[in-house]
């Protein structure tokens, strides 16, 4: 039996790895033990209630307003305690959050080998996003297997020198995950979901939370967002809110009290996943949503000043919008006012995968283990 421990503490990971644990734990041959550090607590647990994900541990480390340092540091000495009383034989981390860095770190420190899911993802500055850049680039040196979704991935990861035999084109487990959930005929569980007019209105959705958006970026941001419902009558935005209390303090700020803005709770990945497809087009500063979006044919306006999805921009369905007000608000205006512009970009592609992005890393799992000199 190989021992494979997954570990991971936020939303995003907890999507895209929810499908590769539910694959480990059907696997003949394959131990697999979770291990959430809970560096988001609600939000994560709104995902492995949806995939029935129950954790053998749960480290519980979230705490308001927590810094870097802080949450850092925890998942180290936490993962740590974990590991010696599991001993696996493999870790998988997944991205590029302090849990992804930290707990890698705390595997290498045990001399356990570290697979990376989603590795290869560059945007070249070390500040944005921050501090995932950096986090990505630390996993990359820290792991022993990678997992690569696309062949830009795959070459980033060369041209830094990791050997091509440990690195594994597989696709992006996003898409494993959302072709679970996505169906043409969803009904909403969340009134105010079942009445937005989605025939007769356009409806955006958006998100927004990045840590270098925190601040002046994000001001910008929501005053372009409020332009663009003030000037489109026929549009409703929808917005489910990080909850990071300062995107809450400033998302009420700028874009409370207007009767087409809906501030809501985050919603969980199944309603979320069905929004986006019924959207008019998206804008947002996540990363998974990105990759989300163009298979199912969505333009997305990114809320950012680069992107470390260039796939997505090249198959033409996500544009990078910067973060100054007007900007984003005459990239919007184009596409609500430009029949043909938007079609061209509602075109669905897909170029992260065919939804069988686990099956592919679980055999290169069994490959690279019997492999291995015991
Ligand atoms: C983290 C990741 C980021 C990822 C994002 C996905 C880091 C440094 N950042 O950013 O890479 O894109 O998650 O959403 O790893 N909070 C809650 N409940 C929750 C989640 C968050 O209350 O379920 C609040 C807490 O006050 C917490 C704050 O949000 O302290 C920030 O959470 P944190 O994980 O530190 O940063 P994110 O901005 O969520
Ligand atoms: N998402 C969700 N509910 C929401 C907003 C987003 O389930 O209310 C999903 C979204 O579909 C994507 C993931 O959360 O799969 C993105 O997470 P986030 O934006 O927090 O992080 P990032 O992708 O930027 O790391």
Not at 328 to 333: E, G, M
Request: glycine share 6%; net charge negative; with cysteine.
């Amino acid at each position: 039996m190989i021992k494979v421990m997954s570990i991971f503490g936020t939303r995003p990971e907890a999507i895209k790895m929810a499908p590769l644990v539910k694959k480990l734990e059907a696997e003949d041959g394959i131990d697999s033990v979770l291990c959430v550090t809970a560096q988001h607590r609600e939000m994560l647990d709104q995902v492995l209630e949806l995939f029935s994900l129950t954790p053998q541990h749960d480290l519980d480390l979230m705490k308001r307003g927590q810094t870097l340092e802080e949450i850092t540091t925890r998942v180290l000495l936490s993962v740590g305690d974990i590991l010696n009383a599991e001993k696996p034989d493999l870790v998988l981390v997944h991205g590029d959050t302090t849990t992804t860095f930290s707990a890698a770190l705390a595997a290498f420190y045990k001399q356990i080998p570290v697979g990376h899911v989603e590795a290869g993802l560059r945007t070249g500055d070390r500040y944005s996003p921050f501090p995932e850049e950096m986090n990505r680039l630390l996993t990359s040196r820290l792991a022993t297997l990678h997992f690569a979704a696309t062949d830009g991935n795959v070459a980033n990861l060369l041209s830094e020198n990791v050997p091509s035999t440990f690195i594994y084109k597989t696709g992006n487990t996003v898409i494993d995950a959302l072709l679970s959930v996505v169906r043409e005929d969803y009904i909403f569980d969340n009134p105010l979901l079942n009445q937005l007019d989605f025939k007769n209105k356009r409806i955006l959705s958006m998100t927004a939370h990045r840590r270098e958006n925190l601040g002046a970026p994000m001001a910008q941001i929501f005053t372009a967002v409020r332009r663009i419902a003030d000037d489109f009558e026929d549009v409703e935005i929808v917005f489910p809110v990080h909850l990071n209390p300062v995107v809450r303090e400033a998302a009420a700020k700028y874009l409370g009290n207007h009767s087409r803005i809906h501030l809501i709770e985050p919603l969980e990945y199944e309603p979320f996943a069905n929004l986006l497809g019924k959207s008019y087009f998206i804008l947002s500063d996540s990363g998974g949503i990105q990759e989300e979006a163009p298979a199912l044919g969505k333009p997305v306006v990114v809320l950012r000043t680069e992107t470390e999805r260039p796939e997505a921009v090249e198959a033409g369905t996500v544009v990078v919008a910067g973060v100054e007000a007007q900007n984003i608000y005459n990239i919007c205006r184009e596409l609500l006012t430009d029949a043909d512009h938007y079609k061209k970009m509602a075109e669905a592609v897909n170029p992260y995968g065919d939804g069988k992005s686990c099956e592919c890393i679980v055999e290169a799992i069994k490959n690279w283990y019997k492999t291995e000199d015991k």
